[in-house]
């Protein structure tokens, strides 16, 4: 039974590209989170999905980042232009149910480094 | 602002003691209030969690008190074990949003 699947594992990219990270929920889980991990802030919730719509994006820092879940089984945090300040650890999760009470199933996460 | 606070970055025990790891938070709004603990080069997955209505949830080792007077929460891991070494981050969920603390990295020492 395969846990939230994300891709890349590790990302390195120079300052200026454009870095797309992907993630597969849980089937049959109908919440999906994306989460930023920095050694200064810890565990940030960045956007949060119920049912493929975006309901609270309020964690997303500024307009260089996007996220889309176009079906329930697939969805994309963008960041572009990258910047070394975006270097972090980017974690999804998937839920059954809405909202952050229920728990939360996380993916290994990606690691960005931008150069 | 940190709306959670975990204020010891690391602890390390004895095998076999008790190990206390301690969440502050600043908003009375939370009303549950979750631990997951996380492994290197893994995602954190969920331990245990208490409402408000309650100050203490045990499951089996692990045991969370809840002092809503003070905002503060603690877990209890009693006897540690080596296989416990691991980040511990406190997780508060509020309305839409999901606030983690900075975790507290436990070693236990065999």
């Given at each position: 039974d395969a846990g939230v699947i994300?891709?890349?594992?590790?990302?390195?990219?120079?300052?200026?590209?454009?870095?797309?990270?992907?993630?597969?929920?849980?089937?049959?889980?109908?919440?999906?989170?994306?989460?930023?991990?920095t050694m200064m802030r810890g565990l940030e919730l960045l956007i949060y999905f119920n049912n493929n719509v975006p309901i609270d994006d309020s964690g997303m820092p500024e307009d260089r980042f996007s996220a889309k879940m176009p079906n329930a089984s697939f969805s994309t945090l963008k960041i572009q232009p990258s910047e070394p300040r975006d270097s972090a650890v980017y974690f999804c999760a998937s839920s059954l149910g809405q909202g952050p009470l229920n728990e939360q199933f996380f993916g290994p996460g990606t690691r960005l480094t931008v150069l | 602002d940190q709306q959670v606070k975990q204020n010891s970055p690391s602890l390390s025990v004895q095998e076999g003691r008790i190990s206390i790891l301690n969440c502050d938070y600043t908003n009375s709004m939370f009303d549950y209030f979750l631990w997951y603990k996380k492994y290197p080069a893994e995602g954190p997955t969920f331990l245990i969690s208490i409402s408000s209505i309650k100050d203490k949830n045990e499951d089996g080792r692990f045991t969370v008190f809840l002092n809503k007077s003070a905002k503060h929460l603690s877990l209890h891991i009693v006897p540690s074990q080596?296989?416990?070494?691991?980040?511990?981050?406190?997780?508060l969920p509020a309305g839409n949003q999901f606030y983690f603390g900075t975790g507290t990295s436990l070693t236990v020492i065999p």
């Open positions: 994300q891709s890349p594992r590790h990302e390195v990219t120079e300052m200026g590209q454009e870095v797309t990270l992907r993630c597969k929920p849980i089937s049959g889980h109908n919440s999906l989170f994306w989460y930023r991990q | 080596p296989g416990d070494s691991a980040v511990y981050f406190c997780a």
